[in-house]
C-alpha cells in the first residue's frame, strides 16, 4: 500500500520561514506531487505543483515558496519564506502515481502552519 506523510508544520512569527517535507512511499512510479493548504473555514486550495520537472504556483504563494525534490531523502520539499498570517492553514501533500498496473492518489494527514502576527 501508499502512504504519504508530511513534515516540517510548526509556530512562526510573520516574515518568518519554514520548510515542510513530504515523504511518499509504496508507489512504483509518481508523476506528480502537490502542496495544498486549508485555512480554517475555508475550502482546501492548491498551493504548489511538481510534475515531471514542471513546477507551478498559486499567485498567492509565487515569489515566497519554492517547490523542489530531495533526491537523496527521496522527498519533495516547500521551502516558504517570508511567511504571513494569511499562510496559516493545514498543509497537506498528495502524490499521484502508479502502482503496478493502477493508478493511485493519496494524501497524507497534513501538517499544521500556523504564523503569529
Known amino acids: 500500500q501508499v502512504q504519504v506523510v508530511e513534515s516540517g508544520g510548526g509556530l512562526v512569527q510573520a516574515g518568518g520561514s519554514l520548510t515542510l517535507s513530504c515523504s511518499a512511499s509504496g508507489f512504483f512510479t509518481i508523476n506528480a506531487t502537490a502542496w495544498y493548504r486549508q485555512a480554517p473555514g475555508k475550502q482546501r486550495e492548491l498551493v504548489a505543483v511538481?510534475?515531471?520537472?514542471?513546477?507551478s504556483y498559486a499567485d498567492s504563494v509565487k515569489g515566497r515558496f519554492t517547490i523542489s525534490t530531495d533526491n537523496a531523502k527521496n522527498t519533495v520539499n516547500l521551502q516558504m519564506n517570508n511567511l504571513n498570517t494569511d499562510d496559516t492553514a493545514i498543509y497537506y501533500c498528495?502524490?499521484?502515481?502508479?502502482?503496478?498496473?493502477?493508478?493511485?492518489?493519496?494524501w497524507g494527514e497534513g501538517t499544521q502552519v500556523t504564523v503569529s502576527s
Open positions: 498528495n502524490v499521484d502515481g502508479r502502482r503496478g498496473s493502477r493508478n493511485v492518489n493519496s
Open positions: 511538481y510534475r515531471s520537472g514542471a513546477i
